[in-house]
């Protein structure tokens, strides 16, 4: 990849949105032609071509075919949902915003209200702000990818954090418009008008919100879709769904999905934080020069492409000699290593020990909604001093350590830990977030940055700290940050086979039909076939009984749970025509799965 052009054609940037690219996939499962050799790129090539596939977001609108970020209706919207929620921050009693979502979606619906009713508390005005993530609070932290697929589970938790309210607005993520947990929340407050207001945040346009028969419901998340359209134009319901074009690696909606769920939400509650706080009118340019910031801080961000490259290399050669990579945070950054760190589970099948954050003040400093966790298991082992008494002993060169704090952290705590980590290896990192001309600040960073094999140091522009979305702008840039070096290791270790992750886990129906696309891709055998090769995998054998293959996609799913490497399996069986032991013995002698199933494909 050397040598690679990354001014990249208008045509190349926008291929994914030609009629006849991947037409019967929606724009979240489409795969993105921009990385489509990320498998076998350098790092500094895998972090440019993040860059590159980053900034779709905030690329303009073309014709008429999908709205973006920046789109005036998707502008307007927000102004609407902002107003919505300066009214019930002004009367907060007997009303509420609630964000719901599973996986990745949940957890920023967690980070997002958990940093804007800290912002309420600190003005003494009354929390207004609930989360709800799919599979509860342990999902905060580790990968239930199942209770996705159920949708009256969304409604019992919706009943039960809404109980006595006669206002509240509800917010459902849902990055492919597909989760039947989300699309029963909002089936519900369809239902229930007089005290609901639905939202829904995605990034399908309507017509592609999954249509699939939800299992004893009467709606499919795409019904769903077209009573908010109905409703929305008298403004009982709202619908937030610009593209921002198809994930670097095809369906991590963690990616792209979760960046831009972070910004369209942060720009409505801070409209409406500023109008209820300093009498700021919520206005078109001011939800636009917002939006803009977080167009800034991509730019911020990605201007230190060797910084970043660094980081993917050394967690790569870790995850390579089958080690580690921590994430030591501070605050609110912390969070984002933890949800990094958790993510790496369901996206490429890694262990819950090769990637793992650990935050300051551990539960103390998270505040979930059901406290600490620590007694459902060793991953949920979050403070630093976890870190230090399970994980620092056994420490080697080839783990990588991170730390990411930003100025206004406690810099002689910060300079403790980086010593007692480089007591054990020289492999110690830092991503530091300072404001520009801090001096006093550096002094003390010069001692930290000593102890760094590399410092990737971001500054901020004083500006930022003025309009108050600093905070903001350093969790988006962290996140950019890990994201690159979760996903850059991962693809360095071999993981991924052209921009699909193959050893995905089939543990709900989106994963399941995922799982049966992406065979018949790689395959070019019939969808039957391929569907039957995944169930060999999945229930382990060579011949399909008659309950097996009439038994629902949830019992395959649920069944799933405890097999491993299924879809790679199912591809070699597909490629070879071997039994499943054979399968089996070929993958056990090439662990890295790009490799076991090159020579039949190359
Ligand atoms: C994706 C992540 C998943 C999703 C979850 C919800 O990278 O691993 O956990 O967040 O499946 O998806 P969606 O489309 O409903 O937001």
Redesign the pocket.
Known sequence: MAGLDWTYGVSTLRQWESADYEPSLPV?EKSNPLTCDIDRASAYSIVKMLQVCDSQMFQKEAGTTYQRLLSDQVLKTLMEVAKRVEVIIKDPQESCVVMS???????LAFLISSGFNKALSQLNQSEVYSYII?GGDRALLS?Q?AP?DDPRLGVLSLKKVCEGKKRVLFIG???????P??AGQLDFCLQHPEVYTPVLV??NPAHQARDEPIQDCTFTFHSVVQRMQELAKSQKAFLINPAVGP?A?S?????K??SA?KILLEVAFSAAHAATSSNTPITHNGVLQHMMEYERTLAVTYSQPDGITTLVEAAGESLRCSRHVYYLGWGSLALLGLIDAS?CS??FGADYEDVRGFIRGGYRELNNNDGPLTSLGPKFSIAHEDFLHLILPCLTDTDTVLLIYTHSDDATEVGNMARRVREKTPNLHAVYHQADGDTAASLQQDDIKKLCLSTLKITWPQEALVSGTLQHMRELSTKLVLNAVSTGAHVLKGKIYQNHMIDLQVT?T??YRRATRLLQKLSTCPEEKCEEALLKAIYRVDMLTLEMTSSDITTHTCFARNSTKVVPLALVILLTGWSLVEAESHLKQQPIVREAVAQWMW
């Not at 979502?101 to 957890?107: D, E, L, W």
């Not at 993520?173 to 989760?179: D, E, F, N, Q, R």
């Not at 369906?251 to 990616?255: F, K, L, P, T």
């Open positions: 979240s979502g599973c996986g990745t979606s949940g957890r799919a990968s990818e996705e993520i849902s990055c492919g418009l597909s989760a947990f989300v995605g990034f994930e690696i369906g991590s909606s963690r990616m999905g979760g769920t993510e369901p996206t709900n989106k994963l």
